[in-house]
C-alpha cells in the first residue's frame, strides 16, 4: 500500500449546528474537536509507507476511529459507528 497525503476535509457548516442541538452538552469527540482540532494528518504517516502501491484508507481517519473504540472499550460502552 502507498500513501498519497490528503489534506482532512473541511466539516460542512451546519454539522457542529445539529450536533449540539442533539448533544446539549456535547459528548467527549465533539469537545476533542473543539479543544484540539485536528489531531492526525495523512503527512505524519508519510514515512510509514512505500511510494508506490495500491493507496492505502487514510491513515488519520484510521488512528481517530483507533482512539475512539479504545476509549468505548475502556468506558465498557459500545461504539457504534
Same mark, same amino acid.
Given at each position: ?10 466539516? @460542512? ?10 448533544? %446539549?452538552?456535547?459528548?467527549?469527540? &465533539?469537545?476533542? *474537536? ?15 509507507? @512505500? ?10 481517519? %484510521?488512528?481517530?476511529?483507533?482512539? &475512539?473504540?479504545? *476509549? ?10
Amino acid at each position: 500500500m502507498s500513501l498519497h497525503p490528503h489534506t482532512i476535509p473541511e466539516i @460542512p457548516n451546519e454539522t457542529p449546528r445539529v450536533g449540539r442541538a442533539v448533544f %446539549l452538552q456535547g459528548n467527549i469527540y &465533539m469537545h476533542l *474537536k473543539d479543544e484540539l482540532g485536528a489531531i492526525y494528518e495523512d503527512i505524519c504517516f508519510t514515512d510509514l509507507f @512505500p511510494r508506490q502501491g495500491q493507496p492505502a484508507e487514510y491513515p488519520w481517519r %484510521l488512528a481517530l476511529v483507533t482512539l &475512539m473504540q479504545y *476509549k468505548a472499550y475502556r468506558s465498557g460502552k459500545p461504539l457504534i459507528l
